[in-house]
């Protein structure tokens, strides 16, 4: 074999490495936890997401002994709520094999770049209405005593980037170029 098609094996193979590497998606992975003082109880913890991107969450503490929690996403600009999770059973799946079976789950595929805020509670704590301001289903002074940890897993998955038109046009009339010179060679 000649040195120019070794090169351009080389090349090709290093330009298609290159490319697989650029595909490939972004994973933050990382966990809440928190102690319940009374059933009552709603505690949060601010996401702030740059880029559009799949988020999963899911509680642990039911699998670990420790109540029967409830999971939801609130958008911190409008205040809405996003998504609501409790149980693993119809209408809500499993997020992950660490689940339990009264752990709460979400997922959102394509969230928007924004601030939002998760609130974990115990069941039947549930938010009374579609928003944030609308509060939860028990008040403070309704809450029984009780000492149950909770934590909540985090995954956020940057979604891959499409390559621009022109990146791609460069991309692959580079990989021709090579394939020409080795062929012409060869």
Known sequence: MNALHTFARTAAAATLALAS???????????????????????????????ASDLRLWTT???????????????????GLLSLGDDVDNPYGQVDPTQGSLDAGIV???????????????SPNLPVGSTWAEGYKLRTSQGLPIGSRWTVQV????????????????????????????????
């Not at 003082?37 to 505690?43: K, L, M």
């Open 21 to 51: 590497l650029a595909a490939q998606a972004d994973v933050a992975r990382f966990s809440q936890t928190g102690q319940f003082a009374f059933s009552s109880d709603v505690h949060s913890f601010n996401l702030d997401v740059d880029t």
């Open 61 to 79: 503490s039911f699998a670990g002994g420790q109540g029967d929690p409830l999971l939801a996403v609130f958008d911190i600009a409008s205040g």
């Open 108 to 122: 959102i595929t394509d969230l928007a770049p924004g601030r939002y805020q998760v609130a974990v509670s115990l």
């Open 155 to 186: 995954a956020l998955t940057n979604a891959a980037p499409i390559p621009e038109p022109t990146t791609t046009a460069l991309l692959l009339a580079g990989l021709a170029t090579v394939g020409w010179l080795a062929r012409r060679r060869g």
